[in-house]
């Protein structure tokens, strides 16, 4: 099965600067990969979401890019603010009927005001 | 009812009991899902509905069971909870059965057994 890893488990940076969260994964038939955001005491939450068929996908502050050869994808959040504070998962699945997503294990990631 | 809820929010059980946890959504989506999320382990499948009367099992589904009578309303029921089980529990649902479509969770419930 699907075997998806985030690294590293926490990230810390500084209000105003990027952050960059990577995770891999095993399964070469996955084609769909979606990040989820999660606030403290709150619900996962869609952000953004890849599919194979582009590299690159933005959307105001954040991006998500992906390398279908090398088996890892990566979110990019530019000009942090605080409220970008949350754990984040990104997960990865083929897109066929009763497909499942796998889940990454989640970033905590911190902004310094 | 607005999006999906759970119930209840939080639970204290004693090990050997049983316990039902409560999901609804009003969204008409045909799939549901139960996640479970432990500190460093993420959110794992335990149980999946791809449409009304059916079911499937996840990642990690002993100890768990589910059903789907309707559309709306998907419980999972622990039998005699143990220990291990305290986690937070978080149903989810989606238009349809492939991942390619959002999942929207609920609020979660925690649950602590004794």
């Known amino acids: 099965g699907e075997n998806v890893e985030q690294h590293p488990s926490t990230l810390s940076v500084q209000e105003g600067d990027s952050a960059v969260i990577k995770c891999t994964y095993s399964?070469?038939?996955?084609?769909?990969f979606p990040w989820y955001k999660q606030e403290l005491g709150k619900r996962p939450q869609l952000i953004i979401d890849i599919r194979s068929n582009v590299g690159e996908k933005k959307d105001q502050r954040i991006a998500v890019t992906l390398n279908k050869t090398a088996k890892h994808f990566s979110l990019h959040i530019t000009e942090t603010q605080p409220e970008d504070s949350a754990v984040y998962f990104c997960?990865?699945?083929?897109?066929?009927?009763?497909?499942?997503?796998?889940f990454g294990k989640g970033i905590t990631l911190s902004v310094r005001p | 009812i607005a999006g999906i809820t759970q119930a209840p929010t939080s639970q204290i059980l004693a090990a050997g009991r049983r316990m039902t946890l409560r999901c609804t959504q009003d969204?008409?989506?045909?799939?549901m899902y139960w996640y479970r999320q432990d500190l460093g382990l993420g959110l794992r499948l335990i149980h999946y509905?791809?449409?009304?009367?059916?079911?499937g099992k996840g990642e990690v589904p002993d100890g768990y069971s589910v059903s789907r009578a309707n559309t709306d309303d998907f419980p999972l029921t622990l039998a005699s909870a143990v220990p291990s089980q305290t986690s937070v529990y978080f149903c989810?649902?989606?238009?349809?059965?492939?991942?390619?479509?959002?999942?929207?969770f609920g609020p979660g419930t925690r649950l602590t057994v004794l």
């Open positions: 399964d070469s038939a996955s084609n769909y």
């Open positions: 997960a990865a699945s083929e897109t066929g009927a009763n497909s499942k997503l796998t």
């Open positions: 969204m008409r989506h045909n799939a």
């Open positions: 989810a649902s989606s238009d349809r059965a492939q991942a390619g479509d959002e999942q929207f």
């Open positions: 509905s791809n449409t009304a009367g059916t079911t």
